[in-house]
């Protein structure tokens, strides 16, 4: 029985969890990024994603869907950590592991990791990137930069009521993949 693969946004297979293909330098960058994830509060099942949810009012909810070991999410964990101050007025920032929430994981469509979702006043707030799915944000952001000026604008727009808003994220700083549907 082979092991089952994952595939992360870059459209390249993640190797299986008992397989270690990471290099020595991204190893030891990843381990001073592994520093930052723990700077974010987690949430560890449906029940903890369902209150956060329901419970944060009037400021984004920022649902960083991914793996604590995984080379992207840990990049993207060091910007939404180094944010994470700076927006505590308009954003509250959690990290969820894919394994520990399989029903959000379907439901959302995580099929590539990191994936960032967003909420406002428990409403699932979609953004316009100029890709197919505006559920979502899918990889790491560039720069700190591209992360606030989303935020911001998200938050603006929910404010007026909107449930979609348009990415001020410049088109070459967004990763490109391909949409997967399962079971179609």
């Known amino acids: 029985m082979q092991p089952e693969v994952e595939i992360n946004f870059t459209n390249k297979p993640i190797a299986p969890k008992h397989q270690s293909v990471i290099d ?62 700076d927006l505590s007025n308009m954003a509250s920032i959690y990290i969820i592991d894919v394994e520990k929430a399989p029903i959000y994981t379907r439901y959302f469509d995580i099929s590539y990791i990191p994936s960032t979702v967003f909420f406002f006043n428990g409403q699932h707030m979609k953004v316009d990137y100029g890709s197919p799915d505006h559920t979502k944000f899918v990889g790491s952001f560039k720069t700190k930069q591209d992360f606030m000026d989303l935020i911001e604008v998200i938050y603006r727009g929910a404010m007026r009521g909107k449930m979609i808003v348009q990415s001020p994220i410049d088109p070459q700083n967004i990763p490109k993949y391909d949409l997967l549907y399962h079971g179609i």
């Open 24 to 85: 020595r330098k991204t190893r030891e960058t990843a381990t001073s990024w592994t520093k930052m994830s723990l700077f974010l509060p987690k949430l560890t099942c449906k029940k903890d994603i369902d209150e956060a949810i329901k419970g944060v009012a009037e400021k984004v909810l920022v649902l960083r869907f991914g793996r604590d070991e995984d080379s992207v999410c840990l990049q993207l964990d060091e910007i939404l950590s180094k944010t994470a101050h």
